[in-house]
């Protein structure tokens, strides 16, 4: 906000100082400033906000600011009109709505700002094509000014999957690799994804039982938390960093499946260890 007030009152100062002959006097540059023209504009020319696709109504504001003018101590209200730039490809009343369906908004008295709110209906966000809504200042009250520079506000309304997977699956676990097999070369167990928030979720023990009731556990001594791991899904695909069994990290298995069947909810998880190459698929199917 303070930039853009600079910016104005430089070029206002310009046109002054050209307007003005050598003699002017001191008064005389303050008489013209104060007939001078409020100036109104976007704070911003852009905004890329992001919202989760979860159905719910969010607000986007952005704030439209006033300079200058013709009492720089004591201004009026100010009525600012917004238009939609035919350029735009949100839909209104499906991508997003004006919370003051009169399409304007007020700087209050004495104030250098007001706030315009948009509803954004994230039900209807494309991820893949984000919709791209355009607003032009077409008028503001009182005589002021749109400053032309800022004039148009550009709003890319993006989207982030909503992720909900969290609840009890029964894992079935087809095993690669590990020091005893054929033994235990599956193994079902039931196991419960937690919900951390922001499409995270906590598991124990990934290894499908192989380190909590498998041969793991009286040959090296592994428990219930020897393998507990953080996923996280987003937009159907399963991802992690930085999680490790007892002796190295662990990774997706080259050229494995990681990934939530979105018509099913079957989630596939396709892990390798890299301390002594423990590897195995793990299909987890929705209780």
């Known amino acids: 906000m303070k930039n853009f007030k600079i910016i104005i009152l430089t070029i206002l100062s310009a046109q002054l100082i050209l307007s003005c002959s050598v003699d002017d006097e001191p008064q005389q540059l303050e008489t013209d400033f104060a ?10 020319d852009s905004a890329a906000p ?4 979860d159905g719910s109504v969010n607000v986007f504001s952005e704030n439209i600011i006033l ?29 997003y709505d004006f919370a003051n369906s009169s399409q304007s908004i007020t700087i209050p008295e004495n104030r ?30 009182n ?14 309304i993006n989207g982030i999957c909503f992720s909900d997977i969290g609840g009890m699956y029964s894992v079935t676990t087809t095993y690669g690799y590990h020091d005893f097999l054929p033994t235990f070369s599956t193994h079902t167990m039931d196991v419960e994804l937690v919900d951390l928030g922001d499409g995270q979720y906590s598991l124990t023990d990934m ?38 069994d007892p002796w190295g990290l662990v990774v997706p298995l080259d050229g494995g499946v990681n990934a939530v069947d979105p018509d099913t909810g079957v989630i596939t998880i396709s892990w390798f260890c890299e301390g002594y ?9 929705p209780l």
């Open 35 to 44: 007939t001078t023209p409020y100036v109104v504009g976007f704070n911003n």
């Open 207 to 244: 290894s499908g039982g192989l380190y909590t009731v498998g041969p793991y556990v009286a040959a090296y001594g592994t428990g219930p938390t020897s393998f507990d791991v953080v996923i996280t899904e987003n937009c159907g695909d399963i991802s992690w960093t930085d999680q490790n």
């Open 143 to 156: 005589n002021a000014v749109v400053a032309s520079a800022f004039q148009t506000l550009t709003i890319t």
């Open 50 to 53: 992001s919202y989760v696709t």
């Open 277 to 285: 190459g423990e590897n195995g698929v793990s299909v987890y199917t």
């Open 67 to 95: 300079i200058g003018g013709q009492d720089f101590s004591n201004t009026p209200s100010f009525t600012v009109n917004f238009e939609v730039d035919p350029s735009s490809t949100a839909v209104a009343g499906t991508d």
């Open 112 to 141: 250098d700002f007001g706030t315009l709110d948009l509803n954004i209906y994230s039900e209807n966000i494309d991820i893949d094509n984000p919709k791209v809504l355009v607003l032009n200042i077409s008028s503001a009250s």
